[in-house]
């Protein structure tokens, strides 16, 4: 028998080799905040069939000053009392400072009542939220003005915006409420939630009261969005009892947000914002049908984390730092693949495509429960983290080695462009078509929830 004490001492020896299992962990998310690419054209995909929005008439486009002024004190109450639900029903939730709370002042320009908005919502107050729409790649558009990248997001350089098209509203004029869910949808990834936790080196970071970055590096701006973005509720309890800031996530707290928002601009005529509100919404729900953000470092078991670990320990590090490059490079190359593989067939007006049809798949539709608070959680992630084992095996198997199978290759830090998708398809068809096939089943439930949800907002 293990003497008391020896026991207790070994007991803390497997709690502190656990922990710091899962830290490294936590670490790969710095490398991989980002979800899905391209959000707004599976939207589009997803929505447009939906015969719900069939007889949507266009929107008015509507400046956010007019819209907080005419709301005035309305949104107060809408925003004092998300916030008590959300400090009712929200595990870990980081409850907001006190003196954040959203108090309508007529007598304050139009820049300083957006600000004290922006803080109310604890996002970024540097986001630009112009008045604009992205062009689905075979649209042409000769009449309004062209932004750059830089006029919607606050990244200096943002891989997933190159070829991407944005033009610029005007006040007054009408829009379809499917283009203006399917741009908001990509929002959310220009900076929205970056610099938010208080060791971010960031003014409104120290505001906000989330506290210090759960995972990932806090030096690094892209990395602090990664806790909004990701959902990690399905570990084991293993890993949980480790490692218990890893429940520190947040996607509900921004889905129930938006959602209010949404909801009080709909009732109130403000048909613009409600649907913007909507699609940035809907960006947290899409991002919870990626494996890489549903579970922390899938094809990993908890058992091979803990002998990486104890290497690790003994000074081979070695097999710890292949792992955290495998995973992370297989969330890029999922990431890439996807991607051209919606924009190709756009691009070349294919738009009967397999690959874009799928995310109009609405043969499950029926047979889902009505959306619930609860849903993103025990629905949408855990549908994904129950996929990742098997997703992380498929990319392995199908893609071509250097970018998944090679640790000494970084596909984040790598500065060659590459298509994945053109890639697989010229060396083998049939691979790439066996490939797609396997994905469809996570396109298919990207398309489903996103219906799921916007179908719930109609509901009181």
Same mark, same amino acid.
């Given at each position: 028998?293990?003497?008391?004490?020896?026991?207790?001492?070994?007991?803390?020896?497997?709690?502190?080799?656990?922990? =710091? &299992?899962?830290?490294?962990?936590?670490?790969?998310?710095?490398?991989?905040?980002?979800?899905?690419? @391209?959000?707004?054209l599976?939207?589009?995909?997803?929505?447009?069939?939906?015969?719900?929005? @069939?007889?949507? *008439?266009?929107?008015?486009?509507?400046?956010?000053?007019?819209?907080? %002024?005419t709301?005035?004190?309305?949104?107060?109450?809408?925003?004092?009392?998300?916030?008590?639900?959300?400090?009712?029903?929200?595990?870990?939730?980081?409850?907001r400072?006190?003196?954040?709370?959203?108090?309508?002042?007529?007598?304050?320009?139009?820049?300083?009542? %957006?600000?004290? #908005?922006?803080?109310?919502?604890?996002?970024?107050? @540097?986001?630009?939220?112009?008045?604009?729409?992205?062009?689905?790649?075979?649209?042409?558009?000769?009449?309004?003005?062209?932004?750059?990248a830089?006029?919607?997001?606050? $990244?200096?350089?943002?891989?997933?915006?190159?070829?991407?098209?944005?033009?610029?509203?005007?006040?007054?004029?009408?829009v *379809?409420?499917?283009?203006?869910?399917a741009?908001?949808?990509?929002?959310?990834?220009?900076?929205?939630?970056?610099?938010?936790?208080?060791?971010?080196?960031?003014?409104?970071? =120290?505001?906000?009261?989330?506290?210090?970055?759960?995972?990932?590096?806090?030096?690094?701006?892209?990395?602090?969005?990664?806790?909004?973005?990701?959902?990690?509720?399905?570990?084991?309890?293993?890993?949980?009892?480790?490692?218990?800031?890893?429940? %520190?996530?947040?996607?509900?707290?921004?889905?129930?947000?938006?959602? /209010?928002?949404?909801?009080?601009?709909?009732?109130?005529?403000h048909?613009?914002? +409600?649907w913007? #509100?909507?699609?940035?919404a809907?960006?947290?729900?899409?991002?919870?049908?990626?494996?890489?953000?549903a579970?922390?470092?899938?094809?990993?078991?908890?058992?091979?984390?803990?002998?990486?670990?104890?290497?690790?320990?003994?000074?081979?590090?070695?097999?710890?730092?292949?792992?955290?490059? $495998?995973?992370?490079?297989?969330?890029?190359? $999922?990431?890439?693949?996807?991607?051209?593989?919606?924009l190709?067939?756009?691009?070349?007006?294919?738009?009967?495509?397999?690959?874009?049809?799928?995310?109009?798949?609405?043969?499950?539709?029926?047979?889902?429960?009505?959306?619930?608070?609860?849903?993103?959680?025990h629905?949408?992630?855990?549908?994904?983290?129950?996929?990742?084992?098997?997703?992380d &095996?498929?990319?392995?198997?199908?893609? *071509? *080695?250097?970018?998944?199978?090679d640790?000494?290759?970084?596909?984040? /830090?790598?500065s060659?462009?590459?298509?994945?998708?053109?890639?697989?398809?010229?060396?083998?068809?049939?691979?790439?078509?066996?490939?797609?096939?396997?994905?469809?089943?996570?396109?298919?439930?990207?398309?489903?929830?996103? =219906? +799921?949800?916007?179908?719930?907002?109609?509901?009181?």
């Open positions: 028998m293990v003497p008391e004490k020896h026991s207790f001492a070994l007991r803390l020896s497997w709690q502190n080799m656990a922990r =710091r &299992a899962v830290v490294w962990c936590g670490l790969w998310a710095c490398a991989s905040a980002w979800a899905w690419s @391209q959000h707004a599976g939207t589009w995909q997803s929505l447009q069939g939906m015969p719900e929005l @069939q007889g949507v *008439p266009p929107v008015k486009v509507e400046s956010l000053a007019s819209f907080l %002024r709301q005035g004190p309305a949104l107060e109450a809408v925003l004092s009392q998300q916030e008590q639900l959300s400090r009712e029903r929200l595990r870990n939730y980081p409850a400072p006190e003196v954040l709370a959203y108090r309508f002042d007529p007598s304050l320009d139009d820049a300083a009542l %957006r600000q004290r #908005f922006l803080h109310a919502l604890r996002v970024n107050p @540097q986001i630009p939220l112009p008045l604009f729409l992205q062009l689905p790649p075979d649209q042409a558009e000769a009449t309004r003005p062209v932004l750059p830089s006029a919607v997001s606050t $990244l200096a350089r943002d891989n997933g915006l190159e070829g991407t098209r944005f033009v610029r509203l005007s006040v007054g004029e009408w *379809p409420a499917l283009d203006v869910i741009t908001a949808a990509d929002e959310p990834d220009y900076g929205l939630d970056l610099g938010l936790w208080e060791d971010n080196g960031t003014e409104h970071g =120290r505001r906000y009261g989330f506290g210090k970055q759960p995972f990932g590096n806090p030096a690094l701006a892209f990395s602090s969005q990664a806790p909004f973005h990701m959902g990690f509720f399905h570990e084991s309890p293993v890993v949980y009892a480790a490692a218990g800031f890893l429940r %520190r996530t947040y996607p509900e707290y921004r889905v129930h947000l938006w959602q /209010a928002l949404a909801r009080q601009a709909m009732k109130t005529g048909d613009y914002w +409600a913007r #509100f909507a699609g940035w809907l960006h947290y729900v899409q991002d919870l049908t990626q494996p890489y953000h579970r922390v470092l899938p094809g990993v078991s908890v058992v091979r984390m803990l002998g990486i670990q104890g290497l690790d320990l003994l000074g081979v590090s070695a097999p710890k730092n292949n792992a955290v490059t $495998l995973v992370s490079n297989r969330h890029l190359a $999922l990431e890439n693949f996807q991607r051209h593989a919606m190709t067939p756009w691009q070349e007006g294919q738009l009967d495509h397999p690959m874009l049809k799928v995310y109009a798949a609405d043969a499950q539709d029926a047979a889902r429960l009505p959306w619930s608070e609860m849903s993103l959680r629905h949408v992630a855990q549908e994904a983290a129950s996929l990742a084992d098997d997703i &095996a498929l990319l392995a198997q199908s893609l *071509p *080695p250097q970018y998944v199978s640790p000494n290759f970084d596909f984040g /830090a790598s060659t462009p590459v298509n994945l998708f053109a890639l697989v398809t010229q060396q083998s068809p049939v691979a790439a078509q066996a490939l797609s096939q396997r994905l469809n089943r996570l396109f298919i439930n990207f398309g489903t929830h996103s =219906r +799921a949800w916007v179908r719930q907002l109609y509901r009181p």
